[in-house]
């Protein structure tokens, strides 16, 4: 069954602590990304990557850091510097070339107590 | 700076009455002009993407059409399944991220 699979679906976080969001696809997809959802906006970009190994800074990258060591994986580490990351976390994915549309996961709600 | 404007921020329907949503866009350029369908609490669907002015695509009761300064959503005789938040996102060239609106968020009553 191809698709993007995001983990946990709910994280609930003290404040301070570092949390790490989990995005796997098996599609195939050189590129992945990283969206954050408030209600009221539009989705806004945290970071996002071409190639395994190499990443680079959305519009809101403050407070979060990521990592792509395998081309099916891509995670978000929320810190304890973000101040506002109680959200929707999204992560997408796309081919590489003239089809671009992106496919999103099914998120992850994160919220800070 | 890529702007996407989408209008309005909600509507409420009666099932069977067609409605229009708008996505008006600032870009430098366009790579394509791309609509998402996204239910609560779940990740948005992919719809359509548009890549130049005068096109237009069509999926069940969807019809998106696209000019060099705006988007339309146009639903055909709606249905309560339709109602989820519908999203617009817009691809400058050479850009890898895409600029998303608010949304609006349709309400389809039986």
């Known amino acids: 069954d191809g698709g993007i699979t995001q983990s946990p679906k709910y994280l609930f976080r003290k404040e301070g602590q570092n949390v790490t969001l989990s995005c796997e696809q098996n599609?195939?997809?050189?590129?992945m990304y990283w969206y954050r959802q408030d209600p009221g906006q539009g989705l806004r970009l945290i970071y996002y990557?071409?190639?395994?190994?190499?990443?680079q800074k959305g519009d809101i990258a403050e407070g979060y850091s990521v990592s792509r060591e395998k081309k099916e994986s891509f995670p978000l580490t929320v810190t304890s510097a973000q101040k506002n990351p109680t959200a929707f976390y999204l992560c997408?994915?796309?081919?590489?070339?003239?089809?671009?549309?992106?496919?999103f996961g099914p998120g992850t709600r994160l919220t800070v107590l | 700076e890529d702007q996407v404007t989408q209008s309005p921020e909600a509507l409420r329907l009666q099932e069977g009455e067609s409605s229009s949503l708008n996505c008006s866009y600032t870009v430098s350029g366009l790579r394509g002009l791309f609509w998402y369908r996204q239910d609560p609490g779940k990740g948005p669907e992919f719809l359509f993407t548009l890549y130049s002015a005068g096109e237009e695509k069509e999926k069940e009761r969807l019809k998106a059409t696209l000019t060099k300064k705006e988007s339309f959503l146009h639903i055909t005789a709606p249905k309560p399944e339709d109602s989820a938040t519908y999203l617009c996102a817009v691809q400058a060239p050479n850009d890898y991220k895409l600029s998303f609106g608010a949304g609006t968020t349709v309400t389809v009553r039986a």
């Open positions: 990557s071409q190639i395994v190994n190499d990443f």
């Open positions: 599609l195939n997809h050189d590129a």
């Open positions: 997408a994915t796309t081919r590489t070339g003239d089809n671009n549309e992106q496919f």
